[in-house]
């Protein structure tokens, strides 16, 4: 990755090292900015909205605020800038109060310059590989749903918020299954502790394992420091494993003796961890299929599953469009600055006939573009993308709308689907028929494939005569 338009904020009360530092990165072509004290640099953090820097390098002891305190301070609302601490004092009881305070790792003073270039390289990339989700402060997305399929997504997130046990996440692309996890921690015994996440299929194999369980100096080239992973960082949080289908098969081992034991061995370690992590995973892949085709372990399915909530498609929950569409409209002009738009009655049937196979972020990218790209305040059916014009997939899809009728029913309590939903199946097509052979049973019977007597009974079964 390129320390091009990447940004450091130096703080340190040594105006040398701070000097020698700033040096070092910009001529790897950073964007420095020294701060003399944490202070300082929360003052310049707060003042400006936006102003952020990817990395942040904090010695530990200054006047004031301590390096550790400033690593407090900037995690509650940025929990996951990575804050690399820098200590004189080389003993482990330092090095265990940084990871403590969730710092991204430590260096010893003196140190080697290149031995900090490539952790601060380490930070930049993981900033950008895998994020920790609104722990604390950040605000949270808005959840919205009035569909029985998402208050059935509310009443599990309920359910579970005294629990601490692992859940699997199910859902099409697009669902809205981060926001679930984020949701769920959120509501945890664990809300004040941070949720770290990594999402297993943007990071290469080869880092995986080491993201998620760290490793020592050493261990292989380029491991010029200790590095605290993922699960080391979430102990006694919770730890968001996203894209959980795709963890290449040796890690699948090692993750389920983490989960079933809660110790490992960094990569290259000797020293046991031990961790109390809660796990949350994620996935929009069947598992089951995995498990079956033998690229996904069946007991570590098992450890993961131990409570699944699935996150309805849009099409389940097309009631929930209006909605959603305001919710952005709205939230795209306050980010924008723009005029606040709304959508034509035509437009809203529409979007509801249409089956949004990139589910909610679909919806959310084309709200955003109309709100740029369309002329007027109205938005018309003429500013809508092509694919939503075609061809009216309501009719065309009378058994996804079966079905998604009789799975929102099921989720409603509903049972002898058979009974209900059957006669009512039948009921419209002897109508059909019926009409189609202006009422000649003998032709309707004939049109259904039903032998005369059967209608006769059907009819009297069904009240129809
Ligand atoms: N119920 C909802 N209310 C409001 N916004 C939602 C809802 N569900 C999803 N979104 C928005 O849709 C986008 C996609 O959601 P999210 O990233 O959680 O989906 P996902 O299921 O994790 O998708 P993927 O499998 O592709 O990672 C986000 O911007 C999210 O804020
Ligand atoms: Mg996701």
């Keep these: 990755m390129s320390a091009d338009n990447r940004t450091v904020w130096v703080v340190d009360d040594d105006a040398s090292i701070a000097w020698v530092l700033e040096k070092a990165l910009s001529r790897e072509g950073y964007d420095v900015s020294r701060f003399d004290s944490a202070e300082a640099m929360l003052a310049e953090m707060n003042g400006q909205p936006g102003a952020r820097p990817d990395v942040v390098l904090s010695d530990i002891r200054m006047e004031g605020m301590s390096g550790f305190e400033l690593v407090d301070a900037l995690h509650r609302d940025n929990a996951e800038l990575p804050v690399i601490i820098m200590t004189a004092y080389g003993d482990l009881d330092s090095a265990v109060d940084a990871y403590r305070h969730g710092a991204f790792e430590y260096l010893t003073k003196p140190f080697d310059i290149r031995e900090m270039l490539t952790l601060v390289e380490r930070a930049c990339h993981q900033g950008a590989a895998a994020d920790v989700t609104q722990g604390g402060g950040g605000k949270p997305k808005t959840m919205l749903g009035e569909s029985t399929a998402m208050q059935e997504v509310f009443r599990i997130i309920g359910r579970l918020s005294s629990s601490e046990m692992n859940v699997l996440i199910r859902g099409e692309s697009g669902t809205g299954k981060e926001l679930v996890a984020n949701a769920i921690q959120r509501n945890s ?3 004040d502790k941070p949720m770290i996440a990594i999402n297993t299929a943007a990071i290469p194999a080869e880092l995986l ?6 490793h020592e100096k050493g261990a292989f080239t380029g491991a010029h420091g ?3 992973g993922r699960f080391e960082q979430a102990d006694g949080g919770t730890l968001f494993l996203d894209e959980i289908g795709d963890m290449p098969a040796g890690l699948q081992t090692r993750l389920l003796r983490v989960l079933s034991e809660g110790r490992f061995y960094r990569v ?3 020293e046991e961890v031990h ?4 796990v949350i995973a994620a996935t929009n892949q069947n598992l089951e299929s995995l498990v079956a085709s033998g690229a996904f372990r ?3 399915f098992h450890r993961l599953n131990v409570i699944a909530i699935h996150t309805p498609t849009l099409r389940e929950r097309r009631s929930d469009i209006p909605m959603l569409v305001n919710h952005f ?5 306050a980010e924008l600055g723009g005029e606040l738009k709304q959508c034509s009655a035509e437009v809203f049937e529409i979007m509801q006939a249409y089956d949004w196979p990139g589910n909610v972020r679909e919806l959310e990218n084309v709200v955003r573009r109309l709100t740029v790209l369309a002329p007027s305040k109205t938005i018309q059916p003429a500013d809508l993308p092509a694919e939503m014009l075609q061809a009216d997939s309501r009719s065309e899809d009378w058994e996804s709308a079966l079905a998604d009728t009789a799975s929102d029913r099921l989720r409603s309590g509903e049972s002898r689907l058979m009974q209900s939903m059957g006669a009512r199946f039948e009921t419209a097509l002897i109508r059909a028929a019926l009409a ?3 009422g000649h049973k003998q032709k309707a019977a004939e049109l259904l494939g039903w032998g005369r007597n059967t209608l006769t009974r059907k009819l009297r079964q069904l009240h129809l005569d």
């Design 209 to 214: 394992e080491s993201e998620l369980f760290g």
């Design 226 to 228: 200790r590095h605290v």
């Design 298 to 300: 069946n007991d570590l």
């Design 189 to 191: 015994p664990r809300a």
């Design 436 to 438: 189609h052979s202006r």
């Design 329 to 333: 409209l709205q939230q795209t002009a």
């Design 268 to 270: 290259g370690g000797r």
């Design 275 to 278: 961790v109390d992590v809660r």
